[in-house]
């Protein structure tokens, strides 16, 4: 099944609700206004839709192998990832001073979205370098960013993100991988990686791997845990590669999903000790590593947001095609094509309304971040950069938790043709059941939510977002078009409904989590979903009232807009009173709390 | 995993619910009351734990593989089929006449769980056979029944349904089949069938496959289709089998899961014609086939129950083991087993809350249809038909439903290993894909309980069970623990909005499906999940009433049966508000019902 970028949709949502041509007013990002947005976007969906989607299927059926400790990835993937590399995309915001476009996140995100709707497990990869490159202009050397940084912009390598180990996962506090300092001020590596993304491949001559280790007098905990660069290949002063490192890949993962993409088993210094370098001051390993994964956690986020376009193209394509039982309300004798059946709409209209949603909420979230980094004014940028930080948790959960229902529904409107391989709709459902668990799962993402994100300021970034949803009601309600728009009403009573339900969460949680924290923590999934279907209907909202004040420029898009802000309030934001109610029913509930283990 | 069978939920739900002594009085069923239930279960559970759940996972890593025409089960299937059918597990409902047990469909439904859980694939298997012997002993000739039952109860046979076509899948109107009859009364059968689930096989000598098909003089439509009796070998006046039938796998399906379970591609007919003979009437074969379904969607229903019940089972496992983090309440200075985190307890108990609740909805309309067929007074029996035909769209679309939400969690409980193939945790997720498609899928459960359960009747079986749960609410509200039980009152407040929400849900169902058809039938899927969720409520309010009278008796399990319905009423029944909101709000919503093909 093929893959066209929705390019009219992004194009909306950058310019008519994240405001783009805001943007180009920064420091830095002049050109970046939405003509170049144009450019861009046209020239990355000609990239992904003509050589990255093809290859997704057979990714799939034909996954990246293992042998003798070299993994050969899907045929067709290396010489892709070259026309990635070549046309420039790995650096798309990254710093030009080291060969990348620096462009804006609200512009990288589409690319982004193209990138892994066009071929998930290939976008792994790029999305890992990404990482390795931010951490490493974070808290590496001047010498060690020269030496590393422009050959991942470049794509002639790629970087890697080695947190996981058998016994410690979520919990990094267990690693135990050890970093022995030697007289040359290198280190010796030795330990144990698992589940290490694109951790061995042959797409390209090197590979980075950024690596947390101890080091022998490191404090116990997380406080002990320093970052190290552990090239495959080390690489001499003159940026050559020199010799082969200790670092092997013993295995890769046999998956659910995402098959193209090898999950690496790495084995670090069983022949006398991989070489690595320490980045940034010891100890200071999972400050370093939050950088790779904060940046992560949005692009995860996104890869929600991909995975349901391509699913709900998929689908909606089926539907047009598959002819079966005649309509409902007797309008033909003959069986019709299933698109006709209103249960068929309300799957389609829904995975719609969900994906639409989601991308205007990481768009609009990626906005932020660029403010919060290039605003002239101090405290307009931390203004900025604290309702960044608060939608992270959210788009990263809840568009990931998002993708599951949609590309289950995907599969749903295929019928029994869903559950058969080759159609295309299950590796959609398998694919995405892998982005609510990885880079943190959704729980790590409540706990992020309710910890950093509203107890330490005491919820007044989520307030001063009540605000704006309230200035969003308010212009609904005095519309126009208000009296006379079934939308308009159902978006204003579903919004404001959700907006209490929010608001009463919120304060829950600032008033009870330090008294009762596990009954907090244990709704916390229930609030950061709770803020999701908000948020996002918050973006529809807005959708619907520009929709309606441009309707004439192009009635057809925007008709479909309002249509589909309207499903989003008929039949996702209703769910909010729902979550509210699992979140504070949590706080007495003896099932979830007060059950011996032995009851289980 | 291993898998052992919920005996004490199990007896609890027969027991106390659905009341499995009452049946016991009814003629016919003298033996069936508790103590037979708990010899019959405690047996089933021997075979199911210990032959048939060991071969689960095995089937998926090595499904059965087709060769030449012939398809060779997983090994051990067939080993563990003859054990299951020389143990008379095949002929547990059927007449004794017949060589069956003739026991209630209570105490069978039970059998049937723990059949799937332990290996939904080989549980496929009886699950055809059954359907194929219940339209056989409705429509069959007493010739007929002699030749082909007791084979198929004593599991030498096993059965098929032979329904779909490539065209014709939920829309049998446009079976293609042809069926030509012959000098001698038979028909030479040509055509296609696809989707037929174990419609090849080595696990028996002969199978008995159930055909749809056209005569050549038959009306266009669901009124020309004829059910025949193909076997893949001809069976001898006296028993023995003749010559190879001309009906052919030619393939086998790649599929998401099940994947032990044979899905047959069968030719009819390339070799000169398979020789048929008809059941029953000519042009009757829809509503033969329809006796076979709707067997087949109540053990569908049980099948949704079984698999979330393993994959909860195997969550709980892993939660126990697993060590990771520090709990949240600072109760701990070392990382603690995950089921001590609150979020994994929100997982295991909504997991746990879903699986009972459809378990005793399933176990109580398993009671109605008892009584529906041997209560000695007309008038009784055919209210009680009436509440199991009501029951079964639901429990059909509910609980499989429920069973995809019920694998997603027991896959995210696991993090990481969860996306793994070799954890066992992905396949019941893979497996349970099915569930909501097979037998119809839920839209077209939601078509039949809007049509056929709810507007034929303008609502009154729904409006008599609202009045049961009226019973319910008063029984809570009365209860001496009302006052001090937060379980209680979460339940009662929560009950009582599900059933207002249920209840107007009937109420524009029955008001607005003539008039606005596409409306309402665009809600269906919600207003068929709103009635699981509340009718599955119901059951865990009766258990809660239960559970706090007879508490003394046995408080760990009592004491877990309050905390599960307190769950229950906490994270599932608010969903009932936004279920009845998505069926209202659909009425008018342009996104489903008002966009041009096009604009999706």
Redesign the interface.
């Known amino acids: 099944m093929s893959y066209v970028a929705p390019l009219k949709d992004m194009f909306f949502a950058l310019t008519e609700l994240a405001g783009i041509d805001r943007l180009a007013g920064l420091p830095g990002f002049e050109e970046a206004g939405s003509d170049t947005a144009r450019a861009v976007l046209e020239e990355a969906a000609r990239l992904h839709e003509g050589v990255l989607a093809p290859l997704n299927h057979d990714g799939d059926r034909n996954p990246s192998a293992w042998r003798d400790g070299a993994v050969t990835a899907t045929p067709g993937f290396k010489d892709a990832f070259r026309q990635f590399a070549e046309g420039g995309w790995q650096g798309l915001q990254h710093p030009a001073d080291y060969g990348g476009q620096e462009l804006p996140k609200l512009l990288s995100t589409p690319c982004i979205e193209m990138l892994n709707a066009a071929n998930l497990s290939l976008g792994l990869c790029p999305l890992l370098t990404d990482g390795a490159i931010e951490a490493l202009l974070t808290a590496g050397s001047e010498e060690q960013k020269q030496r590393y940084v422009p050959k991942l912009i470049s794509g002639e390598w790629t970087g890697t993100m080695n947190l ?1 180990e058998p ?1 410690a ?3 990094l ?2 690693v135990r991988t050890r970093a022995e300092p030697q007289a040359d001020g290198t280190y010796r590596i030795f330990g144990t990686k698992i ?1 290490i993304t694109w951790g061995e491949h042959d797409m390209t001559e090197n590979i980075v791997h950024l690596v947390l280790a101890r080091t022998p007098d490191a404090p116990e905990g997380v406080k002990g845990i320093s970052l190290f660069i552990v090239p495959k290949f080390l690489v001499n002063e003159d940026g050559s590669l020199g010799e082969r490192n200790d670092v092997h890949c013993v295995s890769i ?5 995402i098959k193209a993409s090898p999950t690496a088993v790495l084995q670090f210094g069983d022949h006398g000790g991989a070489i690595g370098q320490l980045v940034g001051e010891a100890n200071r390993g999972l400050e370093y590593m939050f950088i790779m994964m904060n940046a992560a956690r949005f692009a995860v986020g996104v890869q929600g947001v991909a995975i349901s376009d391509r699913a709900y193209q998929q689908a ?1 394509g089926y ?2 095609e598959r ?3 005649r ?4 309008s033909a004798k003959q ?1 019709v ?1 299933i ?8 799957m ?2 829904t995975m ?2 969900l994906t639409e949603g989601a991308r205007a909420l990481a768009y609009v979230a990626a906005a932020q971040s660029d403010l919060a980094h290039r605003h002239p004014d101090d405290a307009t940028r931390a203004q900025h950069q604290a309702i960044y930080e608060y939608l992270v948790p959210i788009v990263k959960g809840w568009s990931t938790e998002m993708s ?1 229902e949609v590309t ?1 529904l995907g ?2 409107v295929h ?2 043709m ?5 159609t295309g709709a ?1 590796q959609y ?2 694919d995405a ?2 982005l ?3 880079e943190g ?3 790590i993402q ?2 992020d939510l309710i910890g950093r994100k509203t107890l330490r300021d005491r919820g007044a970034v989520a307030a001063s977002l009540l605000t704006q949803i309230d200035a969003t009601l308010a212009e609904l309600d005095g519309h126009p078009s208000y009296r006379s728009s ?2 308009f009403q ?1 978006m204003q009573r ?1 919004l404001a409904a959700g907006r209490d339900a929010l608001d009463n969460a919120v304060r829950f949680v600032v008033e009870h989590a330090k008294s009762e ?3 907090v ?5 229930s609030y950061l979903m709770l803020a999701g279907v908000v948020l996002g209907g918050w973006q529809m909202a807005r959708s619907l009232l520009i929709a309606a004040n441009k309707r004439e420029e192009d009635p ?1 898009f925007y ?2 807009k ?10 996702v934001l ?2 909010a ?3 509210e ?2 979140l504070l ?2 706080r ?13």
């Open positions: 996981t016994q996962g979520s919990d506090a267990l589940f993962e046999h998956k659910l999903g909606v539907a047009k002819v079966q039982s309509p409902v309300d007797g069986s094509t698109i006709q059946h209103p249960d068929v709409r309300r389609l209209s719609r309304a599951l289950s599969v749903q019928g029994g869903g559950f058969i391989e080759e299950a459902y398998r059941r892998i609510p668990i990885y799962t959704t729980a409540a706990n079934a939308a159902a579903r924290p596990n009954a923590f244990a709704g916390g999934v057809a008709d479909a309002i249509a589909t802000a309207h499903t989003y309030a008929t039949q209703p769910r009173v729902a979550l109610a699992a029913g949590a007495q509930d003896e099932g979830m709390l007060a059950l011996r283990e032995d009851q289980f």
